[in-house]
């Protein structure tokens, strides 16, 4: 029990010390977006649109299978949705709503990533110090920081759910590393035998000679089958097991190309030899499995009205389709899930420009050196090469998803993005690397000095340097005074007099006109551009359907509109239009030109600034 309580003790020290260094990780890339949000603000992005619904606004989106976005259209909304919804629920009673549970995803991912991660590399190892590290390198690896400085809320999600999908699938059939508290009542054991011969020897009539013969006897090795616990024996875990299947639905939801990897990884489970499991443990998997199935039925069940046309909606990840380039395949392993911009403070330093550009990755570098160097043990080899099998399909399926064209933007053609594949790539690799450093002083204590020890002593060096590297990098991304990234919003998108248009009971909705070389329009029923709007399944339509009738029509008005055409504005009226709004622009030059036209309108009059 002493023991039991020492480990314990150990354990909440550790995961007390790894909160705080990723709450003062926060701190450091987000924390002017902490006080912001504090304040009211929103986070917002390119492809993440303001998301002020209710609980009731979402619930229709989810269910009534209707999008209100511009004309409106009959499209399935996204998986992303639906597993948000739960949550909208939780903070509705506080007064909150899905831009509630936006921000904090987004401000707590850091955390709630780290936490995962300590807790899944709980699996591979007990050392604590490893665990730490791990949560380190999993928030420090560039797919997050690609993510969550994008605003791709479904990498972001991605990212913070796979690690607790992996900690609740294992700990379901009751796999993973055997807990210190096991080797320690052996160790014990071996000292009460060893002070039970000392105090023999000394009221021994026989003296040095019995003392002698008593430490030869304590010298045998004291086995775990002679103590009264016998070895260690898993226990499934049903709440484990259906717990790692809603992380994994969430993971799924964020990033639908990691349907495929994580099942071939959970049939690795099911195959994985580890210590006794009890009967029908593998069958928990079930309670894994089934959830990310289920939560992409929508998207699946317009692949079968469409189509064997329409299944690059199953790779497609939610939120306002932006183009992203694909790295190579050597970048994607690594941890790099996009071509990320490139960065100021490696660019001013001494030397080529592909070593530069390679800085930031020399962590995912070491991470794979060490998954590498796992491959030579042989005592867990089959979890080992388990390990390396999901992230190979896992980097196959990036890449291959990375080339497909799953929807139309405004700037054209969108492929699907690689992230949450990379997310699994970094964490298979990562536990494969955990594997193989477990023990890893103990192994090196046992051999004199020499290679070995400066070796770890290197890897020591360089881990520490990488991460250091990785962690100003992610706090250059992270950047929420910047655009196109994300960005905070203070205030409306929609002037007051807008808003009290489209609240009931009118109900009208307000076109917004962008200014520029091409004239971008915008028909909002809410304040802005919303999450629940936007459809992977609309945007995957434009690519080749033809628009509707209501759309023609709107298109049609803002073009007269636009080109100057003095009409009565009836077209504007049956659109259901009651304002017109001219956002602002870096062109004013072509805003003013606008301006003047919209003024020259006979059915048009201006009402504020």
């Known amino acids: 029990l002493a023991e039991r309580r020492a480990d314990l003790r150990r354990r909440v020290v550790g995961v007390s010390l790894t909160t705080v260094g990723l709450v003062g990780l926060t701190l450091w890339w987000l924390g002017p977006a902490l006080g912001a949000v504090g304040r009211g603000a929103r986070l917002v ?137 096991e080797r320690a009542v052996v160790a014990a054991a071996r000292r009460a035998e060893a002070r039970r011969l000392e105090r023999e020897s000394a009221t021994s009539d026989d003296g040095e000679e019995a003392y002698l013969a008593a430490a030869g006897v304590a010298s045998a090795p004291v086995t775990e089958a002679v103590l009264p616990m016998t070895g260690p024996v898993a226990h499934a875990s049903v709440p484990a097991a259906a717990f790692g299947g809603l992380a994994l639905a969430v993971a799924v939801a964020g990033a639908p190309v990691l349907l495929v990897p994580s099942l071939v990884g959970l049939v690795l489970v099911a195959l994985l030899r580890g210590r006794p499991r009890p009967r029908g443990g593998r069958r928990l998997l079930l309670l894994v499995a089934v959830p990310p199935v289920l939560v992409l039925m929508p998207l699946v069940a317009e692949v079968v009205r469409r189509g064997a046309a329409a299944w690059p909606l199953l790779l497609a990840s939610p939120g306002r389709p932006v183009p992203t380039v694909a790295p190579a395949g050597w970048r994607l392993l690594l941890g790099e899930p996009t071509v990320l911009p490139a960065w100021s403070w490696a660019e001013n330093l001494p030397g080529p420009a592909a070593v530069a550009a390679a800085l930031p990755l020399v962590l995912g570098g070491l991470v794979v050196v060490c998954a590498l160097g796992a491959l030579v043990r042989r005592d867990r080899a089959g979890a080992v090469r388990g390990a390396w099998l999901v992230a190979t399909v896992a980097l196959a399926a990036g890449a291959a998803a990375a080339t497909v064209v799953v929807g139309a933007g405004d700037l054209g053609a969108v492929h699907a993005t690689a992230g949450g594949a990379v997310s699994l790539v970094v964490l298979a690799v990562l536990g494969a690397g955990l594997v193989g450093l477990d023990h890893v002083t103990e192994r090196v204590a046992e051999h004199a000095f020499g290679w070995r020890q400066m070796t770890l002593v290197f890897l020591v060096v360089v881990g520490l340097a990488g991460s250091g590297l990785a962690l100003v990098r992610g ?52 304040d802005g551009p919303q999450l629940a709007d936007t459809s992977v399944v609309l945007a995957h339509r434009a690519l080749t359907a033809d628009a509707d009738a209501p759309a023609e029509a709107l298109a049609t008005a803002v073009a007269s509109l636009v080109g100057g055409v003095d009409d009565d504005g009836s077209a504007l009226v049956d659109l259901g239009v009651g304002a017109v709004l001219v956002g602002p622009t870096a062109d004013e030059g072509a805003r003013g030109a606008l301006l003047a036209r919209l003024d020259a309108h006979a059915g048009l009059e201006r009402v504020a600034d």
């Open 475 to 526: 706090a250059e991304l992270v950047d929420v005074r910047g655009a196109p990234g994300l960005r905070v919003l203070e205030g409306d998108v929609v002037p007051a007099v807008g808003r009290q248009m489209q609240e009931a009971p009118r109900s009208a909705r307000v076109l917004r006109l962008d200014a520029g070389p091409t004239t971008t329009f915008q028909l909002l029923h809410a």
């Open 45 to 181: 992005s390119e492809s993440l649109p303001v998301a002020s619904g209710s609980l009731a606004d979402v619930w229709a989106e989810v269910a009534d299978g209707w999008l209100r976005s511009g004309v409106g259209d009959a499209a399935a909304a996204d998986p992303l949705l639906t597993v948000l919804l739960p949550f909208v629920a939780l903070v509705t009673p506080f007064g909150g709503g899905l831009q509630t549970v936006v921000d904090v995803a987004l401000v707590g991912s850091l955390v709630v990533a780290g936490l995962g991660a300590w807790l899944a590399a709980g699996t591979a190892t007990k050392s604590l110090l490893l665990r730490s590290t791990a949560a380190l390198v999993w928030v420090a690896t560039p797919v997050l920081a690609a993510g969550l400085g994008a605003g791709r809320l479904g990498d972001v999600l991605a990212h913070v759910a796979l690690p607790w999908a992996v900690w609740g699938a294992l700990k379901g059939v009751g796999l993973g590393a055997r807990p210190p508290v």
